[in-house]
């Protein structure tokens, strides 16, 4: 049964913790997940120091598929210079039973995430080349590619976010991965389920006030996700969902 685990906003700089850090590193670790998808805001102001900080933090990770995709946070001051030499991209990762392909939606110095017209034809004929082979189809990126609640202002959504989930749909993606507004949550659209990851390593909560990360199950036919709460109990994520009550 394949397992991926999916990190998200760990934001290092002033509000990152480290002993929060180190425990994912521990649990993650323990688990010998076969991918670790990292969707982004490895830092918190795309600088040189933080971008050493990450590399070294990432490579604690004893795993061989190390998925890692940038967030608005890292092309902040020139960062996405100096990302692309730090996280080289290999933008369609083919495993035995499941194949994550990566969109980067963040922009030089724009907080809004945008996957435009050329990457969108490139997924679409990506995907298309494993028709028939029973993989599971898992696209991630930074920015949400739907709304989500408890997190303000939707300003900063993917500007093209209706051709993406066109693409995502007509291409039977099975699942989306994203991160940015720290707030864990799942969307079930049918055979397209959207999952959100909150923030990992920061303080900087919105609606969901601890650190976690994603646990993606295959099983048979079966996608499941979960959350886990950093050292503490994991539950499917869509139990969250559906055990949300509003302004209670
Ligand atoms: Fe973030
Ligand atoms: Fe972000």
Known sequence: MPVLVQISDIHIGS?????VFDKIVQEVNSM????????????????LPQFEVARKELARFDCQDLIIIPGNHDYRHTGYLLYKKF?????????????VITLSTARPDRDEGEVGYRQLSWMQKAIREFE??????????HHHLIAIPD???????????????????????????CG?????????LGPLQIAYAGTASTSRFRGFFQNSYNIIEIKNADLTVKLKIVGGESIPLSDLVSNYKPYS
Not at 151 to 177: M, N, Q, Y
Not at 180 to 188: A, E, G, L, Q, S
């Open 15 to 19: 509000l990152y913790n480290s002993s």
């Open 32 to 47: 010998k997940p076969d991918a670790i998808i990292v969707t982004g805001d490895l830092t918190d102001e795309g600088i």
């Open 87 to 99: 996280f080289p991209a290999t933008q369609i990762n083919d495993m035995d039973e499941v194949v």
């Open 132 to 141: 028939g082979q029973h993989k599971k189809i898992i696209v991630a990126m």
């Open 151 to 177: 997190t303000g202002t939707d300003k900063i959504l993917i500007l093209d976010a209706g051709d993406a989930l066109r693409v995502c749909l007509e291409s039977h993606v099975d699942l989306v991965l």
């Open 180 to 188: 940015h507004k720290h707030r864990p949550w799942i969307w079930n």
